[in-house]
């Protein structure tokens, strides 16, 4: 879909953008104008993949591989995108790791230290890393939460605490960066057919086709998401048409959350 010119001239880091909703999103930036991309993902060669795309597409793109569990690395990568870039117009969180560990399952913590240092801790720390270039000119943050931040659920208590953080830290970013001219916001998908669901099946390919064509009665629209479609309402959270949106999550879940769902007949 072209909306066009929403990001002409502008740049843009997005962490994850290698995959899944990141990828989209890199891809809707620059199908509206976007003049540089960053690929922040620790996946180089899909990074490399993705800005080769974007070059095809007339963009400008430059992936910086870095693992974001890694607070060093995080460091190291604010300081080679302050080096090459003067400035940043909108910083996308989205990269992430798929959730485990209940409560009732004693081996949890082994997920504990990954889910939030990916999810919440990165979150933070990307964002303290390029806060110098987004202040330069102001501009926009979007993270990437779920709808599991927004409800309760069986079996990804650290996920869905992480999530329900990111939203909660984003609405205290927007308090702090208001006044460099920086707003905050939040997306919480619902059940999005990105490679988090699909790569790790035993045939993939069938496993996202089962994917795309399930009925499913968790949301309103009896179907899942596609990463176009978060994409989408992150182009908008991170453009001008959101000018007085600041310190809110966008549910981009079908229906699902605080809704009445009919059950499958
Ligand atoms: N897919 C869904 O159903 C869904 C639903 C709600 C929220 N989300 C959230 O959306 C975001 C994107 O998920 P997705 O479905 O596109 O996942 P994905 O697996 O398709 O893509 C995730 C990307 O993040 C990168 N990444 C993961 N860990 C990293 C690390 N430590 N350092 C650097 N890069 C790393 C991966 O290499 C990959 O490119 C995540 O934050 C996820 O929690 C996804």
Redesign the pocket.
Known sequence: MKVKGRFEGKTALV????????RATVHRLVAEGLQTVII????AE?ARREVAKVEAAGGRGFPLK????DAEDIRRMGVVAADRFDHLDLLVN????PSSGGLVEEAFLHAFEPIIN??LRACGLVTQAVLPLLKRKGGAIVN?????GLRGRRGVWIYDAA?AAVIQAGKSMACEFAGYGIRVNAVA????V????F?RAEDPERRKKELLEMDTDNCLMRRLAL?EEIAAAIAFLGSDDASYVTGTCLCVDGGRVGLEIPKKE
């Open positions: 962490t994850g953008g290698a995959a899944g909703i990141g922040v993902d620790r996946d899909g870095c693992h974001l569990a989205c990269a992430g790791i990916i999810h990437v939460s779920s709808d599991g999530k998908p619902g059940w999005v990105t490679e988090l669901h790569m990463p």
